[in-house]
């Protein structure tokens, strides 16, 4: 507690770029406070992302926790992407 990472992300893919590279202790640390939910859904506004990563069940190995989360997110950001081609070729 009290160590900053050095980290910042200002988007969901830097986001997941972070997540795969900073300490996992970070991410144990983080997720119990929900950080991670409410930044995603007070700043980035994605509510439905929020809800999906709030779900993550926290009683596992923070690298595991790590590797749910990524998940989530890259999942998520996938759909968003496929939607959006859908909707500019259709």
Request: one cysteine or more; aromatic letters at 8%.
């Amino acid at each position: 507690m009290g160590r900053y990472t050095g980290e910042t992300a200002t988007s969901m893919d830097s986001f997941v770029e972070k997540l795969q590279v900073i300490d996992a202790d970070s991410i144990g640390f983080h997720f119990p406070r929900k950080d991670f939910q409410n930044w995603i859904r007070d700043v980035i506004k994605d509510e439905e992302l929020a809800e999906a990563i709030d779900r993550i069940k926290e009683e596992q190995s923070n690298e595991d926790l790590r590797k749910e989360v990524v998940k989530t997110i890259q999942t998520h950001l996938t759909e968003l992407r496929n939607c959006a081609l859908q909707i500019l070729f259709d």
